[in-house]
């Protein structure tokens, strides 16, 4: 069974550093396009960042140069610098579909993690 | 501003047929499969539809079309569990990047 479980989240002054973990059983995150997603309060869904199996990794522009992702062998980190106020969001890891046609649609999200930051 | 163009609201009654829209352009949804996901209580969101495809565990009442720059998600004889917020995405070449729509509130009367 396909499981995704974030973990890291918490609140953070401003300027600071927070590192996601996303932990995967049932597959091998290295032969999936691993992705996090975002959502601010009140908000809808924001794609924030993605690593390919290939180690390719692509950003949003707001987050690019402050945000980095990763993989090892079972989990995908998302490492967070400068962070800003509105950054402040739930942060879902979510799976690219295995497919050549659909890899850039998520087809299993985890349950989310808080990432608050405060001015 | 999102890249996709939902409506912001729906509703229809037990046993309805109803469609929710995701309208974009050539550089997206013209171009590229789209993915709709459910989330209820702003909990986590489910995937519902990739593509014309039912995942595993999603009722056949789901399915989903895409005619040019504009895909639909149809659910056939409305539950009450199907009350949720839903959203659509794929690719935009615009931007390089995956894009989402605002999002449609769907109201099960």
């Known amino acids: 069974e396909v499981q995704l479980v974030e973990s890291g989240g918490g609140l953070i002054q401003s300027g600071g550093s927070l590192r996601l973990s996303c932990a995967a059983s049932g597959f091998s995150v290295s032969d999936h396009y691993m992705n996090w997603v975002r959502q601010a309060p009140g908000k809808g869904l924001e794609w924030v960042s993605v690593i390919y199996p290939g180690g390719s990794t692509y950003y949003q522009d707001s987050v690019r140069g402050r945000f980095t992702i990763s993989r090892d062998k079972s989990k995908t980190t998302l490492q967070m610098n400068s962070l800003r106020v509105e950054d402040t969001a739930v942060y879902y890891c979510?799976?690219?579909?295995?497919?050549?046609?659909?890899?850039?649609?998520?087809?299993?999200w985890g349950q989310g993690v808080l990432v608050s930051v405060s001015s | 501003q999102s890249a996709l163009t939902q409506e912001a609201s729906v509703s229809g009654t037990v046993g309805q047929k109803v469609t929710l829209s995701c309208t974009g352009n050539s550089n997206n949804i013209g171009t590229y499969a789209v993915g709709w996901y459910q989330q209820i209580s702003r909990g986590a969101p489910k995937t519902v539809m990739f593509g014309n495809s039912l995942p595993s565990g999603i009722p056949d009442r789901f399915s989903a079309s895409k005619s040019g720059t504009t895909a639909s998600l149809t659910i056939s004889g409305l539950q009450p569990e199907d009350e949720a917020d839903y959203y659509c995405?794929?690719?935009?070449?615009?931007?390089?990047?995956?894009?989402f729509g605002g999002g449609t509130k769907l109201t099960v009367l």
């Open positions: 979510a799976r690219g579909v295995s497919s050549s046609s659909y890899y850039h649609i998520f087809d299993y």
């Open positions: 995405s794929t690719w935009d070449d615009s931007v390089s990047a995956r894009v």
